[in-house]
């Protein structure tokens, strides 16, 4: 089992589809992570679960709705995107704690790339 | 406002000569600097990092300089190899959360 597995890898989908990307850690981490990457644009931080409870969310839009049920798992939720919704999100895991020994370094999985027509 | 910017969005470099990325930050409060490489298709991998209080810090052919008073960073890759050919970004750390820069894509030619 690879560290972190997201699923699935590639989805199309219309504007009045309802999917839902998965994800899930197999590393003992206690924090989980959703990026978007859009072209030619810096990794974009969505939302963070800290011990399976929400911690960030950074002004994402209501039509994105992140489910962390345990710390193993993050769902993304997706209803009516939009063409712009487009991208590669990426889900990551990481230890959550302390910053004296703590690198902030995230294991990211390969990516769910997203296609909305 | 763009906390981590990598202001070169491409190099190409020769293989066996060195590659110099550049990253530029605006904010003092970070505490830790870490560059991830990110092939087609494949989630970012983590490469290397420093510690804000530390200006080198060496991993085999990687190395990475931080100028705290410039607020910049770099990543030396020295000989460079053709596997080396990825996109790499450079972040930040601060308040437990990453900043991302837009990320260099690197060419190495053989």
């Known amino acids: 089992e690879t560290g972190v597995t997201q699923t699935p890898r590639h989805l199309v989908m219309g504007m009045t589809n309802k999917k839902s990307l998965k994800c899930e850690q197999h590393l003992g981490h206690n924090a989980m992570y959703w990026y978007k990457q859009s072209a030619k644009k810096p990794l974009e931080l969505m939302f963070v679960?800290?011990?399976?409870?929400?911690?960030e969310n950074n002004s994402v839009p209501s039509r994105f709705s992140p489910e962390c049920p345990n710390s193993s798992h993050l769902f993304l939720h997706l209803h009516t995107l939009q063409p712009e919704d487009s991208a590669l999100y990426l889900c990551a895991s990481s230890l959550w704690g302390s910053s004296g020994a703590n690198t902030g370094e995230l294991f990211f999985g390969e990516g769910s790339r997203l296609t909305v027509l | 406002d763009q906390q981590v910017k990598q202001n070169s969005p491409s190099l190409s470099v020769q293989e066996g000569r060195i590659s110099i990325l550049n990253c530029d930050y605006t904010?003092?409060?970070?505490?830790?600097f870490l560059w991830y490489k990110k092939y087609p298709a494949e989630g970012p991998t983590f490469l290397i990092s420093?510690?804000?209080?530390?200006d080198k810090n060496e991993d085999g052919r990687f190395t990475v300089f931080l100028n705290k008073s410039a607020k910049h960073l770099s990543l030396h890759i020295v000989p460079s190899q053709p596997g080396d050919s990825a996109v790499y970004f450079c972040?930040?750390?601060?308040?437990?959360?990453?900043?991302f820069g837009q990320g260099t894509r690197l060419t190495i030619n053989p």
């Open positions: 904010n003092s409060m970070f505490d830790y």
């Open positions: 679960y800290s011990l399976e409870e929400r911690v």
């Open positions: 972040a930040a750390k601060g308040a437990q959360k990453l900043v």
């Open positions: 420093i510690s804000s209080i530390k």
